[in-house]
C-alpha cells in the first residue's frame, strides 16, 4: 500500500458528476492543442535542417531545446500550481506558450536559428506548465481505480494532434518552402502557421480563466498550510519519473527520424514532404490505441497493459532494424499504436497514492520529459556514426525497461512518512 490516507472516495463527490464531465472535456482541447504543437517539431526538423544546412545532430537541438524546457521548468511549474491551484496554472501556461509561437515570426524574418531554438524553449515552457497542470488534474476527477484509463482517454484527444499536426505541416510548411527558392523564403514557412497557433491559445487561455472547474481540496495545498514529507520518498514515483523519461524519449527520438529514414533508399526513397504525411500514421496509430486502451484497461490491470505494449514495441522496430523496404516502414509506424497507452499510464501509476504531494509529483514527472530532448540527441549522434537504421536500437533498450516497470516497479511500496 502507498503510504498515503487519501484515497478514492472524495474526489469522485465533489458537486455532482455533471462537473466531472464538463471539466474533462474542456481539459480535452488542452490535450490537443499541445499534442499538435508538439508534433509540428518532427516537420521542422527536417524543415530547418534544409534551411540552415545542419548535420543530424544540430537538427535534433530543436527537440534538446524543446524538451530541455521541461528540465528546467518542470518543478517551478509543480510549486506554481501547488500555489495557484491547477486552474490558474492551465491559463498562464497558455499565455506563455502563445508567447513561444509568436516568437517564430521574428526568428523566420532575421533567418536565425538559435532565435528559432529559443522561440521554442519559450514555447515548451508553457506546454510544460499545462502539462503540470492538466496531466494530474484528471488522474484526480474520479475514481483511482480508472485514473489511467480516464487520462488515457484525454491523451487520445492529444494523439488527435498528433496525427493531424503532420498533415497540415507538410500541407502549410514543407509544400510552402519547396515551391521557394531563396532559403531566406523558406525560413518565412512557419510564420502565419505559428501565428494562427498564436491566437488559438490566447482564445483557451481566456476561456479557462472564466470557466468553474471543480476545486480539488484533498490534492490542493490550502494557503499556510504544512505538509509534511516530500513526493521523492514514493519509490513508485521515481521509477516511473525514469520511465516518463525513456518513453518520452523513445517516442520522440522515432517521430523526429521518421522524415529522413522514409528518404532512405533501401526503405521507401520518399521526398521530405510525401515522407511527412505518413508521420500521421505513427501519431495515429497512438490516437487508436489509446480509445482503445482506455476500454481495455477498465478490465485489465493497467501494468499488465503497459508492460505487453512495451514489449511490442520492442519487437516491431527490431524488425525495422533487421529488414527493409515496406516491411521496414510499416513496422516502425506500427510502434505508435504500442505508444498508445504508455505515457498516460505511466503518469497516473506513479501518482498514485501521493494525495497532497500529488502536484510535486507531477512535476517531477513532467521534469522527466526531459528525456525527449536527451535520448533523439543521443539517437542523432549514433545515426550520424553508425547509420539511421542501425541507430533505432537505442529506443529498444527504453522499451525494455518499460516492460519492467509495468510488470514491477509500478508497484507502491509502504514508505515511512
Not at 82 to 101: E, N, T, W
Not at 188 to 217: D, G, N, R, W
Not at 296 to 319: C, R, S
Amino acid at each position: 500500500m502507498a503510504a498515503s490516507g487519501h484515497s478514492t472516495v472524495t474526489h469522485n463527490t465533489l458537486d455532482d458528476g455533471k462537473n466531472y464531465n464538463f471539466a474533462l472535456t474542456s481539459l480535452t482541447t488542452l490535450f490537443f492543442m499541445w499534442g499538435f504543437i508538439t508534433c509540428l517539431n518532427d516537420i521542422l526538423i527536417p524543415h530547418l535542417k534544409g534551411v540552415f544546412d545542419l548535420n543530424y545532430t544540430q537538427s535534433m537541438l530543436i527537440q534538446f531545446c524543446f524538451f530541455g524546457a521541461y528540465f528546467l521548468v518542470s518543478l517551478p511549474a509543480g510549486s506554481l500550481v501547488k500555489k495557484m491551484g491547477y486552474q490558474k496554472g492551465i491559463v498562464i501556461g497558455l499565455v506563455i506558450a502563445a508567447l513561444g509561437c509568436l516568437l517564430f515570426y521574428p526568428a523566420a524574418a532575421v533567418h536565425s536559428y538559435p532565435l528559432f531554438l529559443g522561440a521554442l524553449f519559450v514555447l515548451a515552457s508553457g506546454i510544460t506548465l499545462l502539462q503540470v497542470s492538466a496531466n494530474p488534474y484528471v488522474t484526480l476527477l474520479g475514481p483511482t481505480e480508472t485514473a489511467s484509463s480516464r487520462l488515457t482517454m484525454t491523451q487520445a484527444f492529444n494523439s488527435f494532434g498528433t496525427t493531424v499536426a503532420p498533415y497540415l505541416g507538410a500541407l502549410f510548411i514543407l509544400s510552402e518552402a519547396t515551391s521557394q527558392v531563396a532559403k531566406a523564403d523558406t525560413a518565412e514557412s512557419v510564420q502565419i502557421p505559428y501565428l494562427v497557433l498564436t491566437a488559438m491559445l490566447l482564445v483557451l487561455a481566456a476561456i479557462f480563466a472564466y470557466l468553474k472547474l471543480p476545486h480539488l481540496s484533498e490534492a490542493e495545498v490550502e494557503e499556510g498550510e504544512e505538509v509534511e514529507g516530500s513526493a521523492w520518498q514514493y519509490r513508485h514515483l521515481v521509477l516511473g519519473a525514469l520511465g516518463i523519461f525513456v518513453y518520452v524519449g523513445a517516442e520522440v527520438s522515432i517521430g523526429s527520424f521518421l522524415v529522413s529514414f522514409f528518404g532512405e533508399e533501401n526503405i521507401a526513397g520518399l521526398e521530405e514532404a510525401e515522407a511527412a504525411k505518413y508521420l500521421t500514421y505513427y501519431w495515429g496509430g497512438a490516437m487508436v490505441g489509446r480509445f482503445i486502451g482506455a476500454a481495455v484497461m477498465q478490465k485489465i490491470a493497467a501494468g499488465k497493459v503497459l508492460a505487453f505494449n512495451g514489449g511490442a514495441a520492442a519487437v516491431l522496430i527490431g524488425l525495422a532494424i533487421l529488414t527493409s523496404g515496406t516491411v521496414a516502414m510499416w513496422s516502425i509506424l506500427l510502434v505508435g499504436l504500442c505508444n498508445s497507452i504508455m505515457f498516460p499510464t505511466i503518469f497516473s501509476l506513479a501518482l498514485n497514492g501521493l494525495g497532497k504531494h500529488t502536484s510535486q509529483g507531477s512535476g517531477v514527472l513532467c521534469l522527466a520529459i526531459v528525456g525527449g530532448a536527451i535520448v533523439p540527441l543521443a539517437q542523432g549522434l549514433l545515426a550520424d556514426t553508425i547509420g539511421i537504421q542501425l541507430s533505432f536500437a537505442l529506443p529498444i533498450i527504453c522499451y525494455g525497461y518499460i516492460v519492467y516497470y509495468g510488470l514491477i516497479g509500478s508497484k507502491p511500496e509502504s514508505v515511512s512518512v
